[in-house]
């Protein structure tokens, strides 16, 4: 009898039976066809990863996860951070960017808003990153509009007045965000106040690290926003700084930065905690005896022993002289 199906000659996905039995009695066709797209990726991509591609919103890929963990037919894990926007990323096409601004009133007010800030007009692939922002890392719009105007301060704050943040960069934040939970107004709403907290210290940090009064470049940030995250105060930082002059004759970020860690790591924090771990430390001394007189004393005995060499020399020839 000839087949209903028609042979493709691509790569083919097997189902067994029971499995397909399973998805016939459950009924979800969603289900069903994330099944199919876990398939087809050999399992190693998390169902969430498939949204774009699935063309699908966060909530409706969640249900039909839901729906396979409790048919067993994906495992249960632990919520794992998700990936940088270069991995797993889904990719969201012109079709969904409009279906989504005409049936998502929510979205298409975020879109606008954040038109506004930015001040242009967003393409096709930055709604798509915003997109991918709501639906696949699940942050809400306000949390969204934030993010977005703390990006837009921030390059604003470096590069000067009328610059802006691309979008990829934004995205790149939001990825940070969400690592760090950062997924509620209120939430967002702490982050700033203590990013602001870090912000107001920085001229204390360059000021202990003898730089001019000028703004940290990204990279000088980095640094300092780690030792704040550390615990090290200004003062510390000055005394890392003088380490650092002193053994490399000059200022190096990453030589200090070692310094830093390798107190940190000790559970040393304040200059006097680092002071008093430096008492408890006693290098041994090669020899008491101050140099110059070790080396006063060495010039004697070869005197000495010179001395001693020609006298026994000198009788040895006088005994030879009386025995003839």
Request: with cysteine.
């Amino acid at each position: 009898m000839a087949g209903y199906l028609i042979n493709s000659g691509n790569e083919s996905v097997t189902l067994p039976v029971t499995v397909v039995r399973m998805l016939e009695q459950k009924g979800d066709g969603d289900a069903a066809l994330l099944y199919l797209a876990l398939l087809r990726h050999q399992g190693t991509v998390p169902p969430r990863a498939l949204a774009g591609e699935l063309r699908w919103e966060r909530e409706r890929i969640e249900r039909a996860e839901t729906i396979l963990r409790e048919l067993r037919l994906i495992t249960e894990q632990t919520e794992q951070a998700p990936p940088e926007p270069a991995e797993e990323r889904p990719q969201y096409t012109s079709e969904d960017v409009a279906v989504r601004l005409e049936k998502n009133g929510e979205f298409r007010a975020l879109s606008q808003q954040v038109e506004r800030r930015l001040g242009k007009r967003l393409t096709t692939p930055d709604l798509g990153i915003l997109l991918g922002l709501t639906d696949y890392l699940g942050l809400p719009a306000d949390v969204v509009y934030l993010l977005v105007c703390h990006c837009a301060e921030r390059t604003e704050g470096r590069l000067g007045p009328g610059r802006r943040p691309g979008m990829r960069q934004i995205e790149k934040e939001g990825y940070a965000w969400s690592r760090m939970g950062v997924d509620t107004q209120e939430a967002a709403v702490e982050h700033l106040k203590k990013y602001a907290a870090r912000q107001a210290l920085l001229p204390r940090y360059m000021r202990a690290l003898q730089l001019p009064e000028r703004k940290a470049s990204s990279s000088e940030e980095k640094y300092m926003t780690e030792w704040q995250e550390m615990g090290f105060p200004p003062e510390t930082v000055a005394l890392a700084y003088d380490r650092t002059v002193l053994n490399c004759r000059e200022f190096k970020w990453p030589y200090c930065n070692g310094i830093l860690k390798r107190w940190h790591a000790a559970g040393l924090h304040t200059v006097e905690e680092i002071e008093a771990g430096d008492r408890k430390y006693v290098p041994r001394q090669p020899d008491t005896v101050p140099a110059a007189t070790r080396t006063q004393e060495t010039n004697q005995q070869d005197d000495l022993s010179w001395m001693k060499k020609y006298i026994e020399q000198r009788d040895r020839q006088r005994n030879k002289r009386e025995e003839v």
